[in-house]
């Protein structure tokens, strides 16, 4: 395919030179990603994560968001429960949900996503995480109080590794197989809680241009860690002539939800 522009359009290395010098300049702060609208789109699981996390915040009296990246799911909720506190360990998100967070009556805790929580034994009914990136059980059941419920959305295995092997080359079993639900309802079971909900959906996840690249990859950074544009411009460029060509580039994620018990 020549490059050669047709008057009054840009070359297709000038349109790849744009678009990834606006998404490497755009702010990737919080766990908002309304800048990919139009530019990316995932599919959802169908059990509504959101939705049903609001459902049992509205139950539970003391509730602890775990990881909640800018607060805006947590922010979500219409009815919070009287003690709702929230931790993140990312300064720039940490800014981001204390002012989306605290108006609603919710406390952030700067935490560094390791063992031990700074909370005490049993002190919450709920506890919930979208996301986590690590899920320390032991640390979830001794701060749930008995009766209380682990809830969380988890990134499954191999998720978007289209994507994720296009910049890193064939991932070994051992990587791709990481995040199992089946070893999250194991270790799970192993610090003391009841497992009573394990779903897993597989979704398909589209980028239209290449700047959502650069943006995803910026903002969900252990994907493929160390990413810059500048690192790894040829692949962005190859992909940037793939989605030229194909109109899209397709990958797929993993999702998982679990709900654990705590015996009461």
């Not at 909720?77 to 940490?94: D, G, M, Q, R």
């Not at 059980?137 to 682990?150: N, S």
């Amino acid at each position: 395919m020549s490059d050669s522009p047709i008057p009054g359009t840009a070359s297709s290395d000038e349109r790849f030179e744009a678009l990834v010098a606006e998404a490497a300049a755009v702010s990737v702060d919080g766990w908002d990603f309304s800048w990919l609208d139009g530019r990316a789109t995932e599919q959802r699981p169908s059990w509504g994560y959101a939705r049903a996390m609001a459902d049992r915040m509205g139950r539970a009296r003391c509730a602890l968001d775990i990881q909640t990246g800018g607060g805006e799911v947590l922010a979500s909720v219409p009815k919070l429960p009287p003690l709702t506190v929230a931790t993140e360990s990312w300064p720039p998100n940490i800014a981001r949900a204390t002012a989306l967070l605290h108006p609603l009556g919710a406390v952030v805790v700067a935490d560094e996503d390791r063992p031990p929580l700074p909370f005490g034994d049993a002190a919450f009914d709920l506890v919930v995480s979208r996301h986590p990136v690590t899920t320390w059980w032991e640390e979830i059941a001794r701060v749930l109080a008995p009766g209380g419920t682990y809830f969380s959305q988890q990134v499954g295995p191999a998720s978007v590794f289209e994507l994720v092997e296009f910049f890193l080359g064939p991932q070994p079993p051992e990587v791709r197989g990481a995040r199992d639900p089946e070893q999250a309802r194991a270790d799970a079971v192993a610090a003391g809680l009841d497992v009573v909900g394990l779903r897993t959906e597989r979704l398909r996840t589209e980028f239209f241009d290449i700047g959502a690249v650069v943006y995803f990859l910026r903002k969900v950074i252990w994907m493929v860690p160390g990413f810059t544009v500048e690192a790894y411009r040829p692949q962005l460029k190859a992909l940037h002539r793939r989605i030229e060509n194909e109109g899209r580039f397709v990958a797929h994620t993993t999702r998982f939800l679990t709900e654990a018990r705590k015996p009461a």
